[in-house]
Nanobody, 122 residues
């Protein structure tokens, strides 16, 4: 049984930082592309960042480029999202997801975590 468990969300002031973690079990983690997505109330789930199985390639939404950094440690079955210079518009539930091929399309990801709330106050 595959499980993805996010942690690290919380309340932070604008300009602050948070680091999200996602631990995976039940899958060959080092074979999977891992992505972070977010969903704000009343909005569709949107791509935030993704990382290749080896960590050698990373992908970012324009809205977070230069502020967020995705990384992974395959030996720990964990993917991270370091978020800096946070803005109120970054407020959302953040989800990690895993798939063998998909990078940007949320509908293409096979496995999902339960999400963690990030709230940025102004």
């Amino acid at each position: 049984q595959v499980q993805l468990v996010e942690s690290g969300g919380g309340l932070v002031q604008a300009g602050g930082s948070l680091r999200l973690s996602c631990g995976a079990s039940g899958l060959t983690f080092s074979s999977y592309i891992m992505g972070w997505f977010r969903q704000a109330p009343g909005k569709e789930r949107e791509f935030v960042a993704a990382i290749s199985w080896s960590g050698g390639s990373t992908y970012y939404a324009d809205s977070v480029k230069g502020r967020f950094t995705i990384s992974r440690v395959n030996a720990k079955n964990t993917v991270y999202l370091q978020m800096r210079s946070l803005k109120p518009e970054d407020t959302a539930v953040y989800y990690c997801a895993g798939d063998l091929e998909t990078i940007y399309d949320p509908y293409g990801y096979e496995y999902w975590g339960q999400g963690t709330q990030v709230t940025v106050s102004s």
